[in-house]
Structures are given as C-alpha cells and as structure tokens.
C-alpha cells in the first residue's frame, strides 16, 4: 500500500512536505529508546545547550544566600563565554555563506 501510495504521488507530481517526515517518524519509532535519545540529541544541540544553561542559572539562583556566591560570578561569565562563541562560529559560517554566494 505504501509502495502505491509512492507511486501514485510520483505520477501526478504532488509533492508532500510532510511525506519525508512521516517516513522518519516510522523510523524512529523502530528506534531503541537510547537510539532514540541519541537521534533527538543530534537534531537539537542548541536546545540541549540552552536546556542546561538554564539549568545551571535555576540550581545556582536557588542557592542564593550560601557560602558560594562569590563562585557564581566565574560560572555565569563562564556560560556567556560559550554561548558568545557559539555565536561567533554562526556568524563566521554566514559571511562564508554570503562570500560563497556572492563568488557563484
């Protein structure tokens, strides 16, 4: 059926932007649990690191008042840094993009 299915879209020129989707769906599906966490990690990197940037500033926001504030100082600057530098490879990769664009 899913084979037909195929073959009909292919014959009328229908383009489904979905269709790609739903074939990875099923895959995943299939997939181990790990296998599966494994696939959303190389999907979102970003998100894992804002995720565990925001992580980091809540445990450390609810430690207010302790011993340690004066170490909280070097952990945020060390997470603006990183981020700072994510950004810096972004923008490195989009003058590259433009530079290449413009050479076509």
Known sequence: MQFEEEQRRKRVG???PNFEEEKA???REKMS???RAVDWA???PF???GGSWAASIAVLAGRKGHSDEPARAPVDHSW???LQAL???QDKQEQLDKA???AR
Do not use: C, N
Request: glycine share 0%; hydrophobic share 30%; charged share 30%.
């Open 47 to 49: 998100s894992i690191v």
């Open 87 to 89: 950004q810096d490879v």
């Open 80 to 82: 603006a840094h990183q």
């Open 33 to 35: 649990p790990t296998d």
């Open 100 to 102: 290449s664009q413009k």
């Open 42 to 44: 190389k999907r979102h």
């Open 25 to 27: 769906e099923v895959l």
């Open 14 to 16: 229908y383009i489904d």
